[in-house]
Structures are given as C-alpha cells and as structure tokens.
C-alpha cells in the first residue's frame, strides 16, 4: 500500500519561503507520476506542480511559476515543493499526489501566508 506523508509546512510571511517534503513508501515509484495540489478554505483542489520519478519531466501551475519548483530525492523516495515568494494567496493544504493508474494522497500539510 503506497503511504505518502508530507511535512514543512507553517506559517509564513509573505514574500517568505517554506520547502515541503513528500516522503513516499510502499512501492518501487520509477514509473510514478508525483504531484502537489493544494486546496484552500471553499474551494477545490487545485495542481500546483508534479514530476516524473525520473526528474526529466515537470510540470507547474501559472499561478505560482517562477516562484514554486519541484524536485525529487530518489535514494530517499522524497518530493519536495519550494515554495518562494510566498502571496497570501498561496494559504492552503498543501497534499502530496502519487498516480500511477489509480491516485493516492497524503494527509495534506497546512501552509499560511500571513500578510
């Protein structure tokens, strides 16, 4: 059974930086598409940036390019999201995504931009 767990989120001022860490376990992830979407207060789950295992492909929403990146830690099954200049706007849960036919999540992890 695939178990994501994320971590590093908090509160933060805006233009801050947090860096959240995805560790997965429970499969062989090579053929793993690993993602981020965040979800705020109301509103639906939004992508925010995904990678192949691998590393050669990524992906990141408009609204946060330039300022988010995403990288992997394959020795430690670790994603991680680099968060910089943060905007108030970015306040959400932040959840971890593994897909490979079917879609597993984490618990999310709580990110607050304070302004």
């Known amino acids: 059974q695939v178990h994501l767990v994320e971590s590093g989120g908090g509160l933060v001022e805006a233009g801050g930086s947090l860096r959240l860490s995805c560790a997965a376990s429970?499969?062989?992830?090579?053929?793993?598409?690993i993602g981020w979407f965040h979800q705020a207060p109301g509103k639906e789950r939004e992508f925010v940036a995904r990678?192949?295992?691998?590393?050669?492909?990524?992906n990141i929403a408009d609204s946060v390019k330039g300022r988010f990146t995403i990288s992997r830690d394959n020795a430690n099954n670790t994603v991680f999201l680099q968060m910089n200049s943060l905007k108030p706007e970015d306040t959400a849960v932040y959840y971890c995504?593994?897909?490979?036919?079917?879609?597993?999540w984490g618990q999310g992890t709580q990110v607050t931009v304070s302004s």
């Open positions: 995504n593994a897909h490979r036919v079917v879609d597993y």
């Open positions: 429970g499969d062989t992830f090579t053929e793993y598409i």
């Open positions: 990678i192949t295992w691998s590393g050669y492909n990524t």
